[in-house]
């Protein structure tokens, strides 16, 4: 199966610092990906530079390359705006705008041309069906998403993305500011959604990755110490730093 990402010897600087050194990685379609590793060691990074939001950091500098589909994501007539409307993001801290519920899932259709009238509305609801939340919202879309709990504004985040039809979800500890039962919920989407999208997800919960990633890569230093299949990685690991990683002894 061949790979819907990977790096090539890449390396990031932030002015001095080296934050990704030499990252080799290849993503699987159509599967979750967690990314695990202590605080500071370049998992956030890694996430930003498949789909370039490094550049808009002064000072940043990057070698060596990131393929998409086997295509450079630094070709010369890459369009940034298309390139991000395949490669979604959701962040730490659930971020809808401040509109309405309608609004916020039909922002990315809308700049995108992509719908219009009653295209435009099936769009929000099937967009809004695929996270959950079209029957416990649907007499409630003209209500500010700054409304809802914070597990209904995380997948109001989802819902956005997924309405411009991405191929890939970059999600950056989505969970972490969720409570248990939110936190569960949010499993249930992904695992839901990874037969349609290929998702990465960068984790501190060394559970959540094993209980919902299909692989696992394990980054120390800014360094890809190795990768593999979640099972093995959290079990027949090659390298000792795996071990004492995930049997708490660092990080």
Same mark, same amino acid.
């Given at each position: 199966m061949s790979a819907k990402i990977e790096t090539k010897s890449l390396n990031l600087w932030y002015g001095k610092f080296h934050a990704l050194i030499d990252v080799n990685?290849?993503?699987?379609?159509?599967?979750?990906?967690?990314?695990?590793?202590?605080?500071?060691?370049?998992? +956030?990074?890694?996430?930003? &530079?498949?789909n370039r939001m490094n550049e808009t950091i002064p000072h940043v500098r990057v070698t060596g390359d990131v393929l998409l589909d086997g295509r450079s994501i630094y070709a010369g007539d890459i369009d940034l705006r298309q390139l991000r409307k395949r490669i979604g993001m959701v962040f730490q801290r659930p971020n809808?705008?401040?509109? +309405?519920?309608?609004?916020? &899932?039909?922002?990315?259709p809308k700049i995108h041309n992509l719908a219009k009238g009653d295209e435009l509305a099936a769009r929000v609801e099937k967009s809004l069906r695929a996270t959950g939340l079209w029957d416990a919202l649907k007499d409630r879309l003209g209500a500010s998403a700054l409304s809802l709990t914070p597990e209904q504004q995380q997948r109001i985040c989802i819902s956005r993305l997924i309405a411009v039809e991405p191929e890939i979800?970059?999600?950056?500890?989505?969970?972490?500011?969720l409570d248990p039962i939110a936190t569960a919920r949010i499993e249930e989407l992904m695992l839901e959604l990874k037969d349609r999208y290929t998702i990465i997800i960068v984790t501190h919960n060394m559970q959540q990755a094993a209980r919902i990633s299909d692989d696992t890569a394990f980054m120390l230093l800014g360094e890809l110490v190795e990768m593999g299949e979640t099972q093995t990685i959290f079990t027949k690991h090659s390298d000792p730093r795996t071990e004492q990683y995930i049997s708490g002894r660092f990080g």
């Open positions: 990685l290849s993503i699987r379609p159509r599967a979750i990906t967690a990314i695990i590793g202590p605080s500071g060691c370049g998992k +956030s990074t890694l996430l930003r &530079v498949i809808p705008f401040p509109l +309405s519920v309608f609004e916020n &899932v039909a922002y990315g979800l970059l999600m950056d500890e989505p969970a972490s500011a």
